[in-house]
């Protein structure tokens, strides 16, 4: 089989959506990453197969897909003729931090209404002329989402937020996180994180990849291309993109933002074709 990809994406004038990306792949598998909004997607043919949390998940047929910002996760094809999607990345407005925990506790959701209904949005948002009608169904879909996403008592009076182990204290992989955050575009070497955060390179890397379910390098690189993207879809060219995201240049950029992305800068965005690549 021939591996083939198909991308789409733009940015709608609709608050609360950060980006609409629509694909089709093949072969391509995402590495693990982490978004800073939230990924709302539906499988409209194949299936994907992903681990979030350290738990492996599916996307059987008819499934909506929330997963959560800040939680790493990948994604691979589950069938032999890869995966056809449409995906909406929501920001904080539609919803909270607090429902982090229920979505990580149960990101696929059988829904039909929902699935039903965010068909019908991806359809407005491909309209320019269709604005009240597509923040008029997010609307909908938000709400319905927070209540998937509310709390839930077990028989014994428990909700899964309490049957969670506590968070860990801040210790350094926040800090180590807090640094890359800060440094994201200039970026730190492991021995200067080290010194500065007064921990060992070693300890520090596996306190990181343990706390967080990535290793600091993977998080960078995740972070930037996200970076990435929003300028790309702002009509910014790759090699200022690049020079912005804390990328050598932008062949470098391309490498990433390829394999993350499963194209090209340079095919991304308002104005450029859409991806159809060997």
């Known amino acids: 089989m021939v591996a083939a990809h ?51 998940h599916g996307t059987p047929h008819d499934t909506v897909t929330l997963l959560p910002p800040h939680v790493p996760h990948n994604g691979s094809p589950a069938t032999e003729h890869g995966f056809r999607k449409r995906v909406l990345y929501l920001d904080l407005t539609q919803l909270d931090e607090s429902l982090i925990g229920a979505a990580v506790d149960g990101p696929d959701i059988v829904d039909p209404l929902l699935r039903g209904r965010l ?3 991806h359809a407005a948002l491909a309209h320019r002329s269709d604005e009240l009608e597509a923040e008029s169904r997010l609307a909908l879909i938000a709400e319905r989402l ?24 801040h210790g350094v992989a926040h800090d180590l996180r807090d640094l890359l955050d800060e440094r994201l575009v200039d970026g730190v070497t492991l021995a200067e994180a080290a010194k500065l955060v007064h921990a060992h390179p070693t300890h520090l890397v596996r306190a990181f990849t343990s706390a967080f379910g990535i290793a ?41 933002f390829r394999r993350h992305v499963g194209t090209t800068p340079g095919r991304y965005g308002p104005g450029r074709p859409s991806a159809r690549l060997p």
């Not at 982490?34 to 197969?49: E, F, K, P, Q, S």
């Not at 209540?147 to 969670?164: C, F, I, N």
């Not at 300028?231 to 995201?245: F, M, N």
């Open 119 to 121: 068909g019908q949005l």
């Open 6 to 56: 198909e991308v789409s994406a733009w940015r709608p004038g609709i608050p609360g959506v950060v980006e609409v990306f629509h694909a089709r792949f093949t072969e391509h598998a995402y590495p693990m990453h982490v978004h800073d909004v939230w990924t709302l997607l539906i499988v409209d043919d194949g299936a994907v197969r992903y681990d979030l949390n350290r738990r492996e």
């Open 216 to 256: 600091p390098h993977q998080y960078v690189t995740s972070r930037r291309i996200s970076r990435a993207r929003g300028l790309l879809l702002a009509g910014r060219k790759p090699a200022e993109v690049a020079s912005e995201t804390g990328f050598h240049d932008q062949s470098h950029l391309t490498r990433h």
């Open 146 to 169: 927070r209540a998937h996403l509310r709390p839930r008592l077990s028989p014994t009076g428990a909700t899964a937020a309490d049957r969670r182990p506590p968070k860990a204290a």
